[in-house]
């Protein structure tokens, strides 16, 4: 069995020989990443009315289905006439806690049955039935972290009350957002992620972080794009106006 | 520079550049003993021998203030890989890089170094254009030769679907997997004959040996021609 | 690639790819779309050009600190919990998989596509030791089932047509399914959806990890990605060690091209950042994170002439576009990587001798170098492993005879004129209608399906005299 220190030994002894064979220069980045954090916060207090059009412009070039309300009440209205289209009975959503919302009392009583994820550390027994739950969702509702217009892309970071499952397993992923989480390019993105892992206090409850662009697909045979192979077929964006 | 293939098989586009050139106000020289810029040996690892004919070919043209090269391969030979070949030796690599700097494919001088955008010629004929893989990736040259074949008032210039695409030839890739090199050059022929052209040009002999072989095993009514043969056709090409 | 296959030369496997006409299509219709898809993205991103250097400076700059960098990978990932372990040799890497398949009780697998498994045979020793290993990337279930290798670095099953799908759905999964993508990706994400929940392990590559986070990067389009490292209680990640990234704001300019140049996508539907094992407030999640880094030839070459090579993103690109890939597809190369990377990746992986006759598979035409988003310059590796195969004495005798005397005649003046008489000669009996056919040797080579034009009657130094003389234009 090879040991890290062997491994890398060997690395050594390779580099050695290259020495002023090749420069190479840094690329550039911002020394203190919690400031660059909030220059572009600041940016994006002018810039999301532009940043919200070209979000939809690409979200729709991903097949992804853009939606407006003025307020977050209205919400639930929205992912009722979905799961009306879809026929589907089974919502799953995150943590109220997490989401803003609390989809039990709004949908609950419209034939649906609703879940949400588990707060706090669920123990072995939660987390098979949230297995199970998530299994049989048919629409799973989240929120999002950042919404990227260049690529129309959402980013989920997991954790407490934040399945991973909830925009993975249900053939509808519906994700809901505000003003706050939109930013213009990939290049913010990695601002933003930069500073959320160097800030302690923003430590991340769960390990991982998923950029969603558009539903499932594959085009593994002939090249003929196909929708929902093992992920969502269908996804909506909810953007609500009121902070 | 007239090139081992230019020399031995299309003596008539040699021809055909000289009689331009003079034209446009160039005194030409040919340097005698010229071989071949050793290409052939390059690409398939002959390095130490490719190096003893660089040394060579530079000699040759120690004196000369343009060399001017009907094919981009050669031209490309000459200006990216002569100084690396000769790395070894100061004096030689600073005489390389010499001849790299005045070194020119025939295209890129006329436009480049003359300054010339327009030619008289009295060719007739729709032509489609092939971009040859080393003028085009290797010097970076696609403009120049179309420039001049629109400036031509009787010449007709189509575009060539996949025109950098390659055509198969790769030097001994041509006889070391024949029927890859067959298969690729089909599709370029039938690009070629798609665009309904009479002519089919382009700036490197060994693009056109492979192309105006397959061309005419076919009995195809598209012709082969060098760029300097449709700017200089009246040296019966 | 299986011996059996590599014991059939090379032009032979090249023959049989071109013979095979199904083949011939499939690689005509995806090579050009994917040109296509390729060229539109990059046409419409102006920014992309200074991305790609900036990308390569990256790779550049990673490898002059690699041992740093890994460094700090490892020591963040065993920081959230996870275990990294250090494979020198391929070997290493897949018993380093059984032994924890053993130690954790494992009897089946679910993995995402990864060439690095690919390239140590992991499935065959998996299966040898028990434990079943299923695909879910839709085009490896598809090769999976058919016992094939992969046949592209990006799209592995894309020989087949979906009449040749559907067929091996109905033969493996046992009912009758349309030739109808939308139907048999149905059928894919119907038995793949059990596996996922079922299973003990998942085992993924890496398309990136971040030294400075600990983050391995998975770049995926269907979501078996985010299932397998989120739904078995184990997961475990091979990468090759020159994966590693410095920082997160390194990712980000190689996530804004790899999609791009891969398939045309500005970004892949996933793309997953996954830092450590399951977090206490989680619901989801392994409960155990290992990552394999793998070495299997790679490091000698962080001074060595493949150098670049390291570099690879595993995109594809250079696949599409390479005339002799697109006319013989991956099967016929023999090796895990096909295409122009393949030659290198291979002689990196196996020596040089390994590829004595695909360095030679190449008209060194540059499209592959024209499209790499990390700017490898493929065709000089090319040119300097013949240079190494011919210093090595592998090349044939005849060819090494043939080349000796071509070098003769290139520095003897005199010898090059006597060649064209003596060919003037010689070439007589085979010139029909001013060409040349049916020529001897290796020339018949060429002119089985191309005529040659024949040594002129008076080459042009021949002429020159009488050219020299001429200054009246107008007379030939």
Excluded at chain 1, 163 to 174: E, F, G, K, Y
Excluded at chain 2, 81 to 87: H, P, Q, T
Excluded at chain 3, 54 to 81: C, F, M, S, V, Y
Excluded at chain 3, 438 to 455: E, K, M, N, Y
Aim: hydrophobic letters at 40%; aromatic letters at 6%.
């Amino acid at each position: 069995m090879t040991t890290r220190a062997e491994f890398l030994g060997s690395i050594r002894q390779e580099m050695a020989k290259t020495r002023g064979l090749f420069d190479a220069s840094p690329v550039p980045r911002s020394a203190d990443a919690r400031q660059a954090e909030e220059v572009v916060r600041r940016q994006m207090l002018e810039r999301w009315p532009q940043a919200l059009e070209r979000f939809r412009e690409e979200y729709e070039g991903v097949a992804g289905v853009f939606h407006r309300v003025s307020s977050i009440g209205e919400v639930p209205g929205v992912i009722r006439r979905i799961a009306h289209e879809r026929r589907a009975k089974n919502v799953l959503s995150w943590h109220p806690g997490a989401l803003g919302l609390d989809l039990r009392e709004s949908l609950g009583c419209e034939g649906l049955a609703v879940s949400v994820a588990p707060d706090g550390h669920p123990d072995a027994a939660a987390r098979a039935t949230h297995r199970d739950v998530a299994a049989r969702a048919e629409i799973g509702v989240t929120g999002v972290d950042w919404a990227l217009a260049e690529t129309g892309t959402l980013v989920l970071v997991s954790g407490t009350g934040r399945p991973r499952s909830t925009s993975l397993l249900p053939a509808t992923h519906v994700a809901v957002f505000g003003r706050d989480s939109l930013v213009e390019s990939l290049e913010q993105t990695g601002v933003m992620l930069e500073a959320l892992h160097v800030d302690p206090a923003r430590s991340m409850s769960g390990a991982v972080i998923n950029f969603i662009t558009g539903p499932s697909r594959t085009a593994d045979i002939e090249l003929t794009l196909t929708r929902g192979v093992h992920g969502p077929k269908e996804v909506h964006a909810i953007f609500v106006e009121s902070r | 520079m007239i090139t081992c293939l230019g020399d031995m098989f299309f003596p008539e586009v040699g021809v055909a550049m000289v009689t331009l050139l003079r034209r446009l106000g160039v005194t030409v020289e040919f340097p005698p003993g010229q071989t071949c810029c050793g290409m052939p040996l390059f690409n398939s690892g002959y390095h130490h021998d490719a190096a003893l004919v660089a040394k060579r070919t530079i000699g040759l043209f120690a004196g000369a203030e343009h060399i001017v090269v009907p094919s981009g391969s050669c031209a490309w030979m000459v200006k990216t890989e002569y100084a690396g070949l000769l790395k070894d030796d100061p004096a030689l690599k600073a005489a390389a890089e010499s001849m790299a700097k005045r070194t020119y494919e025939l295209s890129q001088f006329l436009v480049g170094v003359l300054g010339v955008t327009s030619v008289e010629s009295s060719f007739r004929g729709k032509v489609a254009y092939h971009d040859s893989c080393h003028l085009l990736r290797g010097l970076g040259e696609s403009r120049a030769p179309r420039t001049l074949l629109r400036s031509v008032k009787g010449c007709e210039l189509v575009e060539l679907p996949g025109s950098d695409e390659c055509c198969g030839f790769g030097g001994s890739f041509s006889v070391r997997l024949p029927e890859v090199s067959s298969a690729v050059l089909d599709k370029k022929i039938a690009n070629a004959e798609g665009t309904g052209a009479d002519c089919l040009v382009a700036c490197d002999a060994g693009c056109l040996m492979q192309m105006g072989g397959g061309l005419t095993r076919r009995g195809s009514r598209v012709r082969a021609l060098h760029l300097a043969q449709v700017l200089a056709p009246e040296t019966g090409a | 690639m299986s011996d059996a296959s590599l014991r059939t030369p090379f032009p032979q496997r090249a023959h049989a790819a071109l013979e095979d006409a199904h083949l011939q299509e499939a690689l005509g219709i995806a090579t050009t779309k994917f040109i296509g898809l390729r060229r539109e993205s990059f046409a419409g991103f102006p920014e992309g050009e200074a991305l790609r250097d900036r990308a390569r400076a990256i790779k550049e700059g990673t490898l002059l600190q690699l041992d740093r960098h890994l460094e700090r990978l490892a020591d963040n990932i065993e920081r959230l919990g996870g275990h990294v372990h250090w494979a020198a040799t391929g070997e290493e890497a897949r018993d380093i998989v059984l032994r924890l398949c053993r130690d954790k009780g494992v009897r089946m697998a679910v993995k995402s596509k990864s060439m690095a498994t690919e390239e140590i045979e992991l499935n065959e020793a998996l299966e040898a030791a028990g434990v079943k290993p299923v695909e879910t990337d839709l085009g490896e279930y598809i090769i999976q089932l058919a016992h094939e290798k992969p046949s592209h670095i990006i799209a592995p099953a894309i020989h087949k047509t979906k009449g040749q799908v559907a067929d091996l759905f109905s033969k493996e999964l046992g009912g009758r399914f349309e030739a109808d993508p939308e139907v048999l990706t149905a059928v894919a994400r119907k038995e793949l959806r059990q596996k996922f929940l079922e299973a003990d392990m998942g085992i993924t590559g890496a398309n990136f990890a971040v030294a400075e986070t600990g983050t391995i990067v998975l770049v995926t389009n269907e979501g078996n990605g985010r299932m397998v490292t989120s739904l078995p209680r184990i997961h475990v990640a091979v990468m090759g060690m020159e994966k590693v990234i410095p920082t997160m704001t390194d990712l980000m300019v190689f996530l804004a091209i790899l999609a791009r140049s891969a398939t045309g996508q500005k970004l892949s539907s996933y793309t997953t950042l996954v830092r450590g094992p399951r977090q206490p407030g989680e619901t989801e999640g392994p409960e155990e994170l290992h990552l394999i880094l793998m070495d299997n030839g790679r490091t000698r070459q962080i001074a060595g002439t493949l150098r670049e090579a390291l570099y690879c993103l595993r995109c594809g690109a250079c696949l599409n576009v390479c005339p002799v890939y697109r006319q013989i597809g991956g099967h016929a190369y023999g090796y895990t990587y096909p295409g122009p990377i393949g030659i290198l990746l291979t002689a990196m992986l196996k020596g040089a001798a390994s590829v004595k006759d695909l360095a030679h598979a190449s008209s060194l035409c540059g499209a592959c170098k024209d499209v790499c988003p990390v700017r490898i310059d493929i065709p000089r590796m090319l040119v300097d492993l013949r240079a190494e195969l011919q210093r090595k004495g592998i090349a044939s005798w005849p060819e090494r005879v043939i080349f000796r005397f071509a070098r003769r005649i290139m520095t003897s003046p005199g010898l090059f004129r006597l060649g064209a008489r003596l060919g003037r000669v010689a070439q007589r009996p085979f010139v029909r209608s001013g060409r040349l056919s049916g020529l001897p040797l290796f020339l018949g080579q060429w002119t089985r399906t191309r005529d040659l034009p024949p040594i002129a009657s008076r080459t042009f130094s021949e002429r020159w005299p009488g050219l020299r003389q001429t200054k009246d234009l107008d007379r030939p």
